[in-house]
């Protein structure tokens, strides 16, 4: 019988609108990047006028989830279990049965009082993010305007995903921001703040992979591509 032979053709990845949120923002780091006017990027409309510049204008907005790193508790717990008296072989069971079942209770929250004391990513706000050249708008819907100058450091820590420190009103924060405008959100970041920063230089802000996934669908020019990402 003849052995059937396999294609060694991968079936390729659809082009989706994360790819065109990705492709629009390489357009638009290709623009900071060689000084070109951000006026002439279409503005989008938002229910609230930018708080950072005067005639401040947005050209991204979408979904988000701030995440703050925190413990949920401080480790401390309590159990409260009704204590059965009785005498007798039944009673001497119930209480028997009493006590083990104190033990397991007291037991599941020491562990979950310790989990609970842990740090970990807690989701604090959602929202929709607003970018400009100027800063980006956390609108939750309270309206929370955040100058590049009031971000102390970023970088993309995965797909969609930018981790951001900075001084607020109320002290330092240290969140991550997950939006398909992540990427959006650094390099404009860098562009206005730290230019040297090694993610923006050597293009590793985009997800791996992502460049040749676009060439192969023929969506991003070659100018368009970002310095460093090949």
Same mark, same amino acid.
């Given at each position: 019988?003849?052995?059937?032979?396999?294609?060694?053709?991968?079936?390729? @990845?659809?082009?989706?609108?994360?790819?065109?949120?990705?492709? =629009?923002?390489? #357009?638009?780091?290709?623009?900071?990047? &060689?000084?070109?006017?951000?006026?002439?990027?279409? +503005?989008?409309?938002?229910?609230?006028?930018?708080?950072?510049? /005067?005639? +401040?204008?947005?050209?991204?907005?979408?979904? $988000?989830?701030?995440?703050?790193?925190?413990?949920?508790?401080?480790?401390?717990?309590?159990?409260?279990?009704?204590?059965?008296?009785?005498?007798? @072989?039944?009673?001497?069971?119930?209480?028997?049965?009493?006590?083990?079942?104190?033990?397991?209770?007291?037991?599941?929250?020491?562990?979950?009082?310790?989990? /609970?004391?842990?740090?970990?990513?807690?989701?604090?706000? &959602?929202?929709?993010? =607003?970018?400009?050249?100027?800063?980006?708008?956390?609108?939750?819907?309270?309206?929370?305007?955040?100058?590049?100058?009031?971000?102390?450091?970023? /970088?993309?820590? @995965?797909?969609?995903? $930018?981790?951001? /420190?900075? &001084?607020?009103?109320?002290?330092? $924060?240290?969140?991550?921001?997950?939006?398909?405008?992540?990427?959006?959100?650094?390099?404009?970041?860098?562009?206005? $703040?730290?230019?040297?920063?090694?993610?923006?230089?050597?293009? #590793?802000?985009?997800?791996?992979?992502?460049?040749?996934?676009?060439?192969?669908?023929?969506?991003?020019?070659?100018?368009?591509?970002?310095?460093?990402?090949?």
């Amino acid at each position: 019988m003849a052995r059937v032979r396999k294609s060694a053709s991968i079936a390729e @990845a659809p082009w989706t609108y994360r790819d065109e949120v990705l492709s =629009y923002t390489c #357009q638009l780091a290709a623009l900071l990047e &060689n000084g070109g006017d951000p006026a002439e990027v279409e +503005e989008v409309l938002a229910p609230f006028p930018g708080r950072n510049v /005067a005639g +401040e204008r947005f050209w991204a907005s979408g979904p $988000v989830v701030v995440s703050d790193f925190r413990a949920l508790g401080d480790g401390s717990w309590s159990v409260s279990t009704p204590f059965v008296f009785g005498t007798g @072989a039944l009673g001497v069971g119930l209480v028997a049965g009493s006590l083990a079942g104190s033990a397991v209770a007291r037991s599941r929250a020491r562990r979950n009082a310790a989990a /609970a004391a842990t740090p970990r990513w807690v989701p604090i706000e &959602n929202g929709a993010l =607003y970018l400009s050249e100027h800063g980006f708008h956390l609108y939750t819907p309270q309206v929370h305007p955040w100058s590049w100058g009031g971000i102390t450091g970023a /970088a993309m820590v @995965a797909p969609a995903v $930018v981790h951001v /420190a900075g &001084n607020s009103k109320g002290g330092p $924060v240290s969140w991550l921001l997950q939006s398909d405008w992540a990427e959006l959100l650094f390099v404009s970041w860098a562009h206005a $703040v730290h230019p040297r920063h090694p993610q923006l230089v050597t293009g #590793q802000w985009l997800p791996p992979g992502w460049v040749e996934h676009a060439r192969r669908h023929r969506q991003v020019p070659g100018n368009a591509l970002p310095a460093g990402s090949g």
